[in-house]
Structure formats: structure tokens, C-alpha cells
């Protein structure tokens, strides 16, 4: 067995773990070693059941320490709670019809108020008092995050593809064979979205699957620059009767024998005929006046026959294995982003809130991910574009103090490498390392000291 860094470090875990007392870990909720945790665990896929394992060594790695999520009402939040057994991590925020003004509250929170069932919660699109409101959970640590950063990123379902007969602006999805162009940079009554579709050979779309549904609501989530509030999609669904229940039709005459209505849709009043997805209401369904201005998703239809063909090639040909012809897929669950620049492709999630470098990355593995790997030039130009004003934490340390910086990838991280801002490294009491605020370079800085800090996932 090669003996290097990471196994010193294992066997200084291990070690220390022979001396374990209940005495000592019946206190702090906190891990031994968390890297020597995510280490172990690779050998060890059953870490987090062992019970003595995780129960002392792995508390916090393995989720057995209470959720950790923001407790404010701004969005500059530093403040955080522990939550009770079964609750959430939830981000109430309201924003005002009349002035545009946004308000927030991240806490703790039970179920049944994040699935809207207490009456102090409303979820979705309802006005009340004139103020717009939206209600989001999760369940990973401090994913609250009122000051959460976004970007402009690249959609990337496993079932997008090319397709021939689909225009180069438009999306394609070969599991349901659909073809559309999100419509976000106007908004227009439903009528004058429907002509502005067919000015390009389009119609607003037909949402008639629970899987186009989703396809949808993924792309909308990850290509937007609208605040989630301000995300409403006409769709081509319309009740064309002055009846009561109503009886909605797709653009090309179905009636609608799947549906993704919010709460309360469809109503009672006959003057609400038209619908819109709302991205405030998780993606849901609501009828409303056709005049109301909402942004549209338009929608081309694909030929029974090259549908077919593209599902024959799928089935009969092996799926292609050069960089050429295949993209890896960025997962983009818990707010990561594909960020895109020429050869250069990663899969990456800004932090804003602050902590020390063990805390920082123990985050990023509770989200299947690390801390950012930095090791061309041409990277951390494009990552510094993102974080320019805030100093970040990357995934470079001394391990237990050796002679070298590694990168959590193993790779070295040598002392004439262009990366470092002149004058750097430091001393090895500056064992950690981060992004400058001021220039695309890095520096290394005590690991207790707490900043924001970047996760990287691995391209799959």
C-alpha cells in the first residue's frame, strides 16, 4: 500500500478513535475528522451504520446532528438554529404587488408547514394584502440560504438532445419527443403569446404528461434570470365555454386528461379561462384572465415519423463514448450550476454564508460534492468572475501540516504554481486556501477562520 497523506490521516482518525471515550463525544455534535470520515466511508460503505463509527467518530458526517438551517428575517442572514427531530429548513418570502418591495424568513419549520397545511403558511401565488408569497423546504444543512447565489447556466436533463427536425434555439427532450423555446425576456396576453408562437412555426405548449411537466419545470428552474416570484408561463391550456366546472382544452383541442393544478384551481369564476404555470407555486397550474401578461413557452411539433426514428436510433445504436459527441451532465439538484466557458465545465454551487475550512467542506460531502478544485489558470478566471468582492474557500490544504499543498483530489499543489498571488504560500500556520477577492489568485490563511466557500460536483 502507497502510505500518503490521506492514509496518515485515516490512521491519525483511526487512532485517536482507539481512545475514544463516551465522556469526550457526549458532548459537541461535531465530527472526529470529517475528511478522514468521507475517506473511511470509501472503504467502509456502511460507515453511517456502524454504530460506534457514526454514533462518535461521524456524527455530523453521517446526519446524525440536528439540521442546521438559517433563522432570520433579512436577507443578510447569519444567524442559525438547530431544528427539532422532523422539521425543515423553510424560506417564507413575500414580495409586494404595488413597489416591487421583498421580504424574507428562513427558520426551522414542521411539515405541515411546509406542505401549507397550518393556516400561518400560504404556499404559492396568493395575494394577500397585496404581497405575493412563496414557500420553499429542504433538508441538508443551512440550505436556507436567504442570500443563495444565481447565475446564467446551462439546462442539463439527462434526455436533452439534438434532434433534427427541432431548431438549434429550441430544447429537445427525447423522452417525450418534446421541442420548445421558453419565451422569458417579454410578457403577453395569452392571445398575443399564442400568434407569437405561431410567427415562429410554434404553438404555446401542450403540458399533457407528468413528464413533460417536470422536463418543463427543470428547464424553466435552471435557464431563468427572473426572481422565482416573477416566474409566470402561459401554457396552451384554455376553456373556451362559459361553463361551470370548466372544461379546459389544449391548443389543438384535447381536453385535458392530465392537469398540475395549485390549490384552488381551477375556481369558480368564469372569467379566469386561461392558464398559466406559476413558479412561485411550485410549477403549478392556475386559470386566469387571458388579458394578464405573463412570459410563454412555445412548442414545435416533431413528425410521428422522425419521433420514431429518433427513439429507433436510441434503442438500436450504442450510445456514443467520445468527448465528441457525449457532454457530461452537471446534477443540478440543491442549487448546483453547469457554468460554461469553451472547454471549461463546471459543476459548481456558491456558498455566502460563512464558515471554517473542515466545516466548509464537511457541507459540500453532505452534498455529494467537495470544495472546488482550482488547478488552471483558465479555471480560476472563470470561478473569480463569480466571486469577485468575497474571498471563497477552495479545496487546498496541508494535511496535518506536511511540507506540501494538496488539493482534495490528491493532486499537488506546488509552491511556483501561477495560481498563488505573489508573495504566497505563506507560512503553514496559513494552511488552508481561498479564492482573493481582488484578483483571480489564491491564498492560503488560517483554516479556523471562517469564509464563504465553493462545492464542486464531479461532471457524471
Known sequence: MVFNVNSARLLACLTLLSHWSPVVWAQPCEDLDTQACALLEKSKPDLCQDNLLSQSA??????FCPLQCYSCDSFNCNTTAACYPGEKCLTHTTISTIDGQKDILTKCSSPEECDGRLASVVIGRRQIGKRNMAVTCCSYDLCNDPAAT?????????????????????????????CMKVMDTTQETFDHAQSMCQAIGDNLVIIDTHEKNVFIEDIIMHTSNEQ????GYWIGGRNHNDTV?????WMNGTPFLYANWGSGDPDG?????????????????????????????????????????????STTTAPPTTSQNTLSVCDTSGGFMLHEDGQTRL???????YMDWSHARMTCTQQRSDLLVVDTNTKLTKVFNKTRGHEYWVGASVPNFTSDYTWVNGHLLTQGSSLWEPGQPGEHQ?????????????RGTTCTHTHRFVCERSLE
Open 58 to 63: 461521524c456524527k455530523r458526517y453521517c446526519n
Open 150 to 178: 444565481t447565475g446564467s447556466i446551462r439546462p442539463t436533463t439527462g434526455s436533452q438532445l439534438h434532434n433534427a427536425n427541432c431548431p438549434s434555439d429550441h430544447i429537445f427532450d427525447r423522452l417525450t419527443s418534446l
Open 228 to 231: 422565482v416570484l416573477m416566474r
Open 245 to 249: 366546472p370548466k372544461q379546459f382544452e
Open 269 to 313: 369564476n368564469r372569467n379566469e379561462r386561461c392558464v398559466v404555470m406559476l413558479g412561485p407555486d411550485m410549477y403549478k397550474w392556475s386559470d386566469t384572465h387571458c388579458s394578464n401578461m405573463f412570459h410563454y413557452i412555445c412548442e414545435r411539433q416533431i413528425p410521428l415519423t422522425a419521433k420514431q426514428n429518433d427513439m429507433s436510433v
Open 347 to 353: 459543476c459548481i454551487k456558491l456558498h455566502s454564508h
Open 430 to 442: 496559513e494552511a488552508c486556501v481561498l479564492i482573493e477577492g481582488t484578483q483571480p489568485s489564491l
